[in-house]
């Protein structure tokens, strides 16, 4: 099977790589990894002259602006790489007949809700900032060019029993390799903190599904092995939720730095884009049958890679939220 990753050197689209590059499927010539400056969001000429090329039969969307500040500062800057470029790229995918795995997020999602109970498919989105809102035009974008029809009063629809078949997959809270992610930045904070004989303050009013790049790609690699059954929206995320004073606790034991975490409300720091206060989202089931693990065993499988990154790459930690 021939399948393209957009985004291919960002977080997600490298976890990716690495899984599909294992995956029965993929073939010997392994999976085509589109990223700048062959694929720029911005060239609108990108997607259809790479489906020309490769003609891959899925491609999985993970390139974004994912700068959230920046979006809420430059929202036509949003709107373009994070909707407009999703309308030509499903456009020309749809056209060609190629599958489509579309990366979403929590933030089309609100944060409002209070019940404890994480976000799920017949959850009405409303977007509270512009990277959310760019990211749901993109999601409309996307079903609009694979003809779906809305299902009932819910937030997702379906694909035509025959053509080619669009996965809207959302997710939240990502960290792993190559770092510079929460984890890494709290463990840098908490030592600079711990050197100066401080408390660290960490965010206690946001609670998300902090989620593994390497289990999300797990799971993306079994959705498009199986086949055109992954039409429809997912929440693919690690079990459980966290404060991020709670995923800085865990990340600081795990590394074994001790330092006193002080919570403090996210209007501490003044932003550009307001994030939603409650990031969680219900896990869809997935085509196995089993759900992503607890984001404490995936987070503890990432720690020992962390520490060994810390210890190459030191430097002084800054204020986290
Ligand atoms: N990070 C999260 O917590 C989170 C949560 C929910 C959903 N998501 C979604 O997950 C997906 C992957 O995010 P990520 O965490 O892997 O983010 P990331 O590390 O920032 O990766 C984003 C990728 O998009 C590429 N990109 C950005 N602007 C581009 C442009 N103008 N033209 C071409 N490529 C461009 C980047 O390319 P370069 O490497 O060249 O910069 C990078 O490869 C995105 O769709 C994001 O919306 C992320």
Same mark, same amino acid.
């Given at each position: 099977?021939r399948i393209?990753v957009?985004g291919?050197?960002?977080r997600?689209g490298? +976890?990716i790589?690495?899984? %599909?590059? #294992?995956?029965?499927?993929?073939?010997?010539?392994?999976? %085509?990894? $589109?990223s700048r400056? /062959?694929?720029d969001?911005?060239d609108v000429?990108a997607?259809a002259?790479?489906i020309?090329r490769?003609q891959p039969e899925?491609? =999985?969307? &993970? &390139?974004? $602006?994912?700068?959230?500040d920046g979006?809420?500062?430059?929202?036509?800057?949003?709107q373009?790489?994070?909707?407009?470029a999703? @309308?030509r790229?499903s456009?020309?995918?749809?056209?060609?007949g190629?599958d489509?795995i579309?990366i979403?997020t929590?933030? =089309?999602f609100d944060?409002r809700?209070?019940?404890?109970?994480?976000?799920?498919?017949d #959850?009405r989105?409303n977007?509270?900032?512009?990277?959310?809102?760019?990211k749901?035009a993109?999601e409309?974008a996307?079903?609009?060019?694979y003809? $779906?029809?809305?299902?009932?009063?819910?937030a997702?629809?379906s694909?035509?029993?025959?053509?080619?078949a669009? &996965?809207i997959?959302r997710?939240? $809270?990502?960290?792993?390799p !190559?770092?510079? /992610?929460? !984890?890494?930045?709290?463990?840098?904070?908490?030592?600079?903190?711990?050197?100066?004989g401080?408390s660290?303050r960490?965010?206690?009013?946001?609670?998300?599904s902090?989620?593994f790049?390497?289990d999300l790609? #797990?799971?993306?690699v079994?959705?498009?092995?199986?086949?055109?059954r992954?039409?429809?929206?997912?929440? @693919? @995320?690690n079990g459980?939720a966290?404060?991020?004073?709670a995923w800085a606790?865990?990340?600081l034991?795990?590394?074994a730095?001790?330092v006193?975490i002080m919570e403090?409300p996210g209007s501490?720091w003044?932003r550009a884009s307001?994030?939603?206060?409650w990031a969680?989202l219900?896990?869809?089931r997935?085509p196995s049958?089993? !759900?992503?693990?607890?984001w404490?065993? +995936?987070? &503890? /499988?990432?720690?020992p890679?962390?520490?060994?990154q810390?210890?190459?790459r030191p430097? @002084?930690?800054?204020a986290?939220?």
């Amino acid at each position: 099977m021939r399948i393209a990753v957009t985004g291919a050197s960002g977080r997600l689209g490298r +976890a990716i790589l690495a899984a %599909l590059a #294992d995956a029965p499927f993929t073939g010997i010539s392994g999976p %085509l990894a $589109w990223s700048r400056p /062959d694929y720029d969001l911005d060239d609108v000429g990108a997607a259809a002259r790479l489906i020309a090329r490769d003609q891959p039969e899925v491609i =999985v969307h &993970a &390139a974004a $602006w994912t700068d959230v500040d920046g979006c809420a500062r430059q929202p036509e800057i949003a709107q373009r790489r994070n909707a407009e470029a999703v @309308v030509r790229l499903s456009e020309a995918a749809a056209g060609s007949g190629t599958d489509l795995i579309l990366i979403s997020t929590n933030e =089309v999602f609100d944060g409002r809700r209070t019940d404890g109970l994480g976000y799920r498919l017949d #959850d009405r989105p409303n977007p509270i900032n512009t990277y959310g809102s760019s990211k749901l035009a993109g999601e409309a974008a996307a079903a609009t060019a694979y003809a $779906w029809t809305p299902d009932g009063a819910s937030a997702h629809g379906s694909s035509p029993a025959s053509g080619p078949a669009l &996965a809207i997959v959302r997710t939240a $809270w990502l960290y792993g390799p !190559p770092g510079n /992610d929460f !984890p890494e930045k709290i463990a840098r904070a908490g030592e600079h903190a711990r050197a100066a004989g401080e408390s660290l303050r960490v965010v206690g009013d946001e609670t998300g599904s902090p989620t593994f790049t390497a289990d999300l790609a #797990d799971a993306i690699v079994e959705l498009i092995g199986c086949g055109e059954r992954f039409a429809g929206i997912h929440h @693919v @995320v690690n079990g459980g939720a966290a404060t991020r004073a709670a995923w800085a606790r865990a990340a600081l034991a795990g590394l074994a730095i001790d330092v006193p975490i002080m919570e403090v409300p996210g209007s501490t720091w003044t932003r550009a884009s307001t994030p939603p206060a409650w990031a969680v989202l219900e896990p869809t089931r997935m085509p196995s049958g089993e !759900p992503l693990r607890p984001w404490t065993a +995936a987070l &503890a /499988d990432y720690l020992p890679a962390l520490r060994r990154q810390l210890a190459v790459r030191p430097g @002084v930690g800054a204020a986290v939220r």
